[in-house]
């Protein structure tokens, strides 16, 4: 029975690594792409000191990736990011959200 048991956690366990992504985001990647995209408006971290950019850093992965997605296929309309995103790759997409994602958040403080 044991022998069985051992099995089949070692079974699951195997089934649970097949279930991963084949290629994870790379958030180096996303860094550089960053430097040369996103700095500008947004600052390298995500954390733009003007009020006129939204804050990236420490944004879910998820939220980020669609809003780009959504921004090169028009589903998001702003001019401005539609230029930017129509220039990534899916691999581009991911690495940058997930890069941003790995930046710490930063609160505005009201005034």
């Not at 792409?33 to 990236?56: R, Y």
């Not at 028009?74 to 997409?93: C, E, P, V, W, Y």
């Amino acid at each position: 029975m044991r022998t069985f048991m051992y099995a089949a956690i070692a079974l699951s366990t195997a089934c649970l690594g097949l279930a991963t992504p084949a290629s994870a985001a790379d958030a180096l990647a996303g860094a550089s792409k960053a430097k040369e995209v996103c700095q500008a408006c947004h600052g390298l971290d995500g954390n733009s000191p003007s009020g006129d950019f939204p804050k990236l850093g420490g944004q879910y992965p998820d939220y980020l990736s669609k809003a780009l997605r959504d921004y090169k296929s028009g589903a998001r309309k702003n001019a401005i990011m539609a230029g930017f995103a129509g220039t990534l790759s899916k691999a581009d997409i991911d690495n940058l959200a997930e890069y941003y994602a790995s930046q710490p958040a930063v609160i505005a403080t009201k005034h």
